[in-house]
């Protein structure tokens, strides 16, 4: 099979003579290779996008809703993986470099195009794609098993860590150590050995779903991690299939090998919440597992507190359930500012608990309120108060023009989600337009034709509906573009970074500029200093949020900034 065969090709061009050109060059040069999709201009790709897949994309630098690089920025935050070959009315060669090194496969002049140079070019992207392909799986895999290496394995332990602390979800990291691999080896030979090795492989990769990951990590020492876990029990079962596959002897050159390993189990965020200590603990809980006996498989957690550890969430449940009653939570509220004004347009609700002396944030409690639904009424108080604060600002004659408010994964599923958000409103008095519910991709991807459907309601109710601590890694912005929403916050993390690695640079100016095609407005979170300020403004962001525009504060203490803010001039 050649490398073009069944290659589908989006051409976006909106000039209807240069789109007839190419596809009469590529039936000519190429019958039958190509199929060709053709799209006006960039905002008719996504839905296109949708529905197709698509290998190379030929773009031309001059469209309806896109102009010269700007183009190939919005389509590669469409379809970050996509290949894109450029097409030119110009010949200027510091352009094309330019276009190549933002990751053009290739820089067409359309007068110089013919059949044979098109489809070459076409046909060169692809095999470039192909060996890099392969290049990438040689470099990041284990030749024996063709599990994948500890590099590739590291790589997504890390994201897999960053996805479960934002979905606060555990995850469970396991080193699982043959006891009698040596014998094996020594009494049957090596190709035994290495049968032994690539059957544990498969053996481990059956015990995981998709998202989970298993790797070699030399000798006969695997490693394997498994994310989305809601406790210890969830890690528990893993281990105990782990060890019921293992339990299988392996027959191979008429041999047959019984097989036993050690296991050892360490938990995020519980045992460590980075990556050198969760591995690290894991070895711990695997020694430990070996030193019970060698003749049989058998698993053994980092530390063994794990009913202390369930004893502890419960506590943390019942505090919750008492402060709730005893009117322990309060909000701050966080100013959101409009970057060509200066000015405070909005502010966002920020749960906090007064417990005692202490004022606790969210990030020590809202696990326990999550999994215990304790989410679902503090958070219609949430809104309920939220909104009646705002009524009263507005009262004192303060400017504010919207107020906004986290949905939790769990809040989001709960069936009343829109009667409660209706109620609010009611009871308040507030309109609903000044209401912006703040919601995570987690909760959008869970299940997206519920989704889409709850959205549509909560739109019907005329509030504004954000999709928070984006990181355009997990989704490409043409998924956001099916949801009806109306702004992207972009994450704390990559407006940190943005000024030191210059593909989180990238990554804000593509999605501010996709979510403009869109008619979304682009917010960053967690601004701190006045080079963030600058490059953002830069990059057209529409607004933003953070300690350089003020911390979260006391209803008493935002109604004073307000009043500096109408008055100041900035
Ligand atoms: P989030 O939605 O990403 O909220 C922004 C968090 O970033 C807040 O933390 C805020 O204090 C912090 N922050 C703001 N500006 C800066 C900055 O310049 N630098 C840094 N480093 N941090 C900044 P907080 O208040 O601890 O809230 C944590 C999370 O808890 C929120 O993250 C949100 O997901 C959740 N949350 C807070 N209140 C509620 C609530 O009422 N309901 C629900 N469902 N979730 C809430
Ligand atoms: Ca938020």
């Known amino acids: ?67 010269g690089l700007d183009s190939l920025v919005k389509m590669h935050a469409l379809l970050p993986e996509v290949l894109i070959v450029v097409l030119s009315h110009v010949e200027d060669e510091a352009l094309a470099v330019k276009a190549v090194r933002m990751g053009a496969q290739d820089f067409l002049v359309k007068a110089q195009i013919n059949g044979p140079l098109l489809t070459r070019s076409l046909r060169y992207a692809l095999e470039r794609r192909r060996i890099e392909e392969e290049l990438y799986r040689l470099a990041h895999h284990d030749a024996l098993t063709g599990l994948p290496n500890r590099k590739l394995f590291y790589e997504r332990l890390g994201g897999a860590m960053a996805m479960a602390r934002r979905q606060r979800r555990m995850l469970a990291l396991m080193i699982v150590d043959l006891n009698n691999f040596k014998e094996i080896n020594d009494t049957h030979g090596h190709p035994v050995g290495d049968a032994v090795l690539v059957q544990v492989a498969e053996r481990l990769s059956r015990s995981l779903r998709e998202t989970d990951c298993v790797a070699r990590l030399g000798g006969d020492e695997f490693v394997v991690f498994a994310s989305g876990l809601a406790d210890a029990e969830d890690a528990e079962n893993i281990a105990r299939k782990i060890v019921d596959l293992l339990a299988a002897p392996v027959d191979e050159g008429g041999a047959s090998a019984g097989l036993a390993a050690s ?13 050198e200590t969760l591995v690290g603990n ?29 004893g502890e969430r ?30 405070i347009i909005g502010v966002e ?102 989704a889409i459907e709850k959205l549509r309601e909560l739109n019907a109710l005329g509030v504004r509906l954000a999709i928070d601590n984006y990181r355009a890694r997990a989704t490409s912005l043409r998924d956001l573009k099916r949801f009806p929403i109306h702004a992207v916050k972009l994450d704390r993390s990559i407006v940190r970074d943005m000024l030191t690695n210059p593909e989180d640079a990238e990554i804000v100016r593509a999605v501010i500029s996709v979510a403009h095609v869109f008619k979304m407005k682009g917010v960053a979170e967690g601004v701190e200093t006045s080079d963030q300020i600058d490059m953002l403004r830069e990059h057209a962001c529409d607004d933003a949020q953070g300690y350089a525009f003020g911390r979260p504060l006391s209803p008493e203490a935002l109604a004073d900034i307000l009043r500096d803010d109408s008055s100041a001039v900035h």
Not at 263 to 274: E, H, R, T, V
Not at 288 to 294: L, T
């Open 263 to 275: 296991i050892g189990i360490a938990l995020y965020p519980d045992d460590g919440d980075d990556l």
């Open 1 to 67: 099979m050649s490398a073009a065969d069944g290659v589908v090709i989006l051409l976006v061009e909106d000039n209807p003579g240069d789109q007839r050109l190419v596809r009469e060059m590529l039936d000519e040069a190429a019958p039958d290779r190509f199929r060709l999709i053709v799209a006006a201009c960039l905002t008719d790709t996504a839905a296109i996008l949708d529905r197709e897949r698509v290998d190379i994309v030929l773009l031309d630098l001059r469209l309806p809703d896109g102009n």
């Open 349 to 450: 609700a920020l749960l906090r608990w007064r417990r005692g002396d202490e004022l606790w944030t969210p990030d020590r409690f809202m696990h326990a309120l999550e999994s215990s639904g304790l989410i679902l009424p503090v958070g219609e108080w949430v809104l309920a108060a939220a909104c009646r604060q705002t009524v009263i600002w507005r009262g004192m004659g303060l400017q504010l023009a919207r107020i906004a408010v986290n949905i939790s994964p769990r809040q989001f599923r709960d069936e009343r989600l829109v009667e409660r958000v209706a109620r609010a409103l009611r009871e308040s008095g507030l309109d609903a337009a000044s209401l912006e519910l703040e919601l995570t991709e987690e909760s959008l991807r869970d299940d997206e034709e519920m």
């Open 282 to 310: 894991a070895d711990a809980a695997m020694y430990r597992a070996k030193g019970q006996g060698r003749a049989a498989s058998r698993y053994a957690f980092y530390s063994r507190r794990d009913d202390a550890r369930v």
């Open 314 to 343: 419960a506590a943390l449940e019942d505090a919750l359930r008492a402060a709730f009653e005893r009117e322990e939570f309060e909000i701050n509220y966080q100013p959101q500012v409009d970057l060509h004004s200066r000015r």
